[in-house]
């Protein structure tokens, strides 16, 4: 074999892999984006207060954000979460009515709250 072939077959060994992964990257990226479009979209969260707390939503900064079985729901602060997270039946349920932790508020748990 001559010099020159040994550089066209190195060439093919280096190019070869290359152009493969960059293949799969892009069929990878292409179902990403196919099923993010397919997922169906969070029920909006209707209410202004944090669904734990009945706290304002904003008053203590951004509000958390998060869904939970395909419902946004919002807190005003991660500290809520615990709390939902022990039932979240009966917070959906009253989300359900629009209403809050401050319509059936359990007083005196605010620890951690700053308010």
Known sequence: MTTQKYIQLAAIVVAAPLMFASCGKKKSDDTAQKA???????KPYPLDTCLVSGEELGSMGAPYVFVHEGQEIKMCCK?????FNADPA????MLKQGKTASDAHEQGDHSGHNH
């Open 90 to 93: 009966k917070y959906l349920a």
């Open 36 to 42: 993010d479009s397919e997922a169906p979209a969070a």
């Open 79 to 83: 500290k809520c979460l615990p709390k």
